[in-house]
């Protein structure tokens, strides 16, 4: 397999630059089961989501703890999806074209 490098670089120059790439790009995280209450609470929504006082940002299903698929902040907020393909992947398309 060949690199093509642009720009005279060496191959050390393109791993710098693919590191550093990988490095600015947002971290996804993931809460385990076992810790979702424990997370729900240090954002201060737990009792919320139990009292189905939110709703999924794009089907507008009830959020529970057991169809809560994402969590996602946004202009200072916190919005939630559920658990739905669809629901999760509307949002996946929405962060490629912010």
């Not at 947002?26 to 989501?49: C, N, P, R, T, Y």
């Amino acid at each position: 397999m060949s690199i093509i490098l642009f720009g005279g670089g060496s191959y050390k120059d393109l791993r710098a630059m693919v590191k550093k790439r990988w490095r600015q790009r947002e971290k996804l995280k993931a809460v385990h089961d076992e810790d979702l209450e424990q997370f729900l609470s240090s954002i201060g929504v737990l009792e919320e989501i139990k009292n189905g006082a939110h709703q999924c940002l794009v089907c507008k299903s009830r959020i529970t703890l057991e169809n809560l698929g994402a969590v996602h902040p946004r202009e200072g907020k916190i919005f939630f999806l559920c658990d739905r393909p669809s629901c999760l992947a509307n949002l996946s398309g929405k962060e490629r074209n912010d």
